[in-house]
C-alpha cells in the first residue's frame, strides 16, 4: 500500500459497464518529506476522497476486494482517507493543517 | 490504472486460442504534462478505442474482469475512453481537442 | 519477499470497513549492507511488529494468506519478524543487537 | 503485454512436477526502435516458438490462462508469435523480414 | 521468472502459521553476463536448493502453484534448480562449473 494525494479527476462516458458509477481520481504519491513524488496514478475511490486530501491506495486483486469495487476491472483503490502519518516520532502529515 | 495514448497495432496469427477475435492495441504512458512517457505495452481492447485515443487500462488479474477479458491469457485491457483529464483545476486533456 | 524495518505508522479513521482492527505500519527496504533503502510502503501487520524491529513482508494477493488479512483490501502483510539474516556466512543481521 | 524475443533456453531437471513437459524460454524485450532492450526474463512456451522469433507474453496469474499452463508455478508465458508490430503507420517488424 | 543465486538465508521464529517449516532463502538476480545483479529478494524453497545454486523463481499469486507453497503468504518460491543457461547458442551457465 502506498500513500498519495489527491490531484485530479478522469471522465469517461466510453467505458466498460462495470465502471459505471465509479469516481476515477488522479493519484500523486506522497513522500515521507511531504513533498509529491513524480509519476501518478488513476485509482477507483471506495471512501469519498476529495482533492488534495491524502490517502492509502492498493493495487492488484487486492484493490477489488471493497464492497464498491468488488469483480471491477481496476487495479486501484483508495481504501483510507489518512489521518495521521508518523515515522520516527515525528507527525510527518496531519489532515486539516498544512 | 494508467492513462495512455493508442499508438499501433500487434498481429498474430499463431496464438492462444483464447486470444481470437480481440484486438491487440500497443499503448505509450500518458504523461500529465501532455507528453508520451518512453515505453510501450500491449493490452487487449473492450471499449473499441482507436487510435490516438487516450484510453484508461489496468493490469494483472483485473485485466480479466471485463466480459470480453474473462478467462483471457492477457495481463492488460483497455476498459474506458476518456473523455477528461482535469488536475488541479486545469483541463489536461480533452477528447477531440489537440 | 523483502525485508525492511517498521519506522512509523499510518492512521484512518474514514477507511473501508474491511481495514478495521488492522495495523498499518510504515516500513523502509532494508539493504544487505545493513542501510534502508529509499522510498517505503505501508503494511498490514499480522504478527505484532514492533518500531525498530526488522521484518519479511510480502505482497500482491499472497498478502491477503493469512489469518489476519484474508480478504483485506491490503496488498502488503508482515508475516515474519527476522531473527537473523545470513548472507555467504556472514551474519547481516541480528535481532536485539545493533 | 510486452513484445520480446527468444533468445535461450533454461533446462532444469529438479524441479516442481507442475513444470514438467514445458519449455523455459529466455527474452529479452524488444523495443518498438526495432533494437533489443536490456534485462531478460524467462517465459514458459504455450504456442511452440522459438529462436529469435518476436512473440508476445504476459505476466501474473494471467500466465497461468492457457491450456498448457494451467496450475503451474510460472508467473510469464508466450501466448502468441508475432507476425507484425505497426505503429503510427510504420510497421515496426514484420515476421520473415529483417 | 527469473534466474537467481542463492545468496542466504532468513531465520524467524515469530511468524505466520503458515510460513512454518519452509525454508526462506536470500536470492540475488543472476545476469545473463554471468554477473550477480544488484538487489534481492527473499523466496521459499520448494526444491531443495542449495546456496551457491543457479535456480529459478516466480514471483505473484504463481508462487502459491507448488505442492509445498500453496495458501502460504508468500510472493515468491524457487521451483527449479538450473542445469543450463544456454544464450545464442553459448553456454552462460553449466551446474557444477565456474
Redo the contacts between chains.
Keep these: 500500500?502506498?500513500?498519495a494525494q489527491v490531484?485530479?479527476?478522469?471522465?469517461?462516458?466510453?467505458?466498460?459497464?462495470?465502471?459505471d458509477g465509479l469516481k476515477?481520481l488522479?493519484l500523486r504519491p506522497f513522500g515521507?518529506d511531504g513533498k509529491l513524488g513524480s509519476g501518478?496514478?488513476?485509482?477507483?475511490d471506495?471512501?469519498?476522497a476529495g482533492l488534495g486530501e491524502v490517502v492509502?491506495y492498493?493495487?492488484?486483486?487486492?484493490?477489488?476486494?471493497?464492497?464498491a469495487?468488488k469483480?471491477?476491472?481496476?487495479?486501484?483503490?483508495i481504501?483510507?482517507?489518512?489521518?495521521?502519518?508518523?515515522?520516527?516520532g515525528d507527525v510527518?502529515y496531519q489532515k486539516g493543517k498544512t
Tied chains: 1, 2, 3, 4, 5.
Excluded at 40 to 44: D, E, I, P, S
Excluded at 58 to 66: L, M, V
Excluded at 79 to 88: K, L, N, S, W
Design positions: 500500500m502506498q500513500l490531484v485530479g479527476t478522469v471522465v469517461a462516458t466510453q467505458k466498460s459497464q462495470r465502471l476515477m488522479i515521507l501518478y496514478l488513476v485509482a477507483l471506495s471512501v469519498g492509502l492498493c493495487t492488484g486483486s487486492s484493490a477489488r476486494q471493497t464492497e469495487t469483480d471491477r476491472p481496476a487495479d486501484a483503490v481504501m483510507a482517507i489518512v489521518d495521521t502519518v508518523e515515522v520516527g510527518k
